[in-house]
Nanobody, 112 residues
Framework: QVQLVESGGGLVQPGGSLRLSCAASGFTFRSSTMTWVRQAPGKGLEWISNISSGGGSTSYASSVKGRFTISRDNAKNTLYLQMNSLKPEDTGVYYC?????RGQGTQVTVSS
């Protein structure tokens, strides 16, 4: 079955960086558009970014554009999210998605 496992979260100071990874299995990763979403404490899911199957097309929410970069390695069945200039409002659980399936998430906390 489809399995998505996120990693790379943690505690970081404002202005810092983190790189999230999502290891995918159980489906044809190289043929799938992939998505990152997040959920801040007490709020609903927020779409962050998409990347096309080949990686040539990306899109970002206005809240992260210019600070976050989505990428993928189809040879490794892995999705990435490079997060720079992190802000306290970036705090939340980050999930990768393939279609309607998402992983268990990884916690990102931005605090001094």
């Amino acid at each position: 079955q489809v399995q998505l496992v996120e990693s790379g979260g943690g505690l970081v100071q404002p202005g810092g960086s983190l790189r999230l990874s999502c290891a995918a299995s159980g489906f044809t990763f190289r043929s799938s558009t992939m998505t990152w979403v997040r959920q801040a404490p007490g709020k609903g899911l927020e779409w962050i970014s998409n990347i096309s199957s080949g990686g040539g097309s990306t899109s970002y929410a206005s809240s992260v554009k210019g600070r976050f970069t989505i990428s993928r390695d189809n040879a490794k069945n892995t999705l990435y999210l490079q997060m720079n200039s992190l802000k306290p409002e970036d705090t939340g659980v980050y999930y990768c998605k393939a279609g309607l399936t998402r992983g268990q998430g990884t916690q990102v906390t931005v605090s001094s």
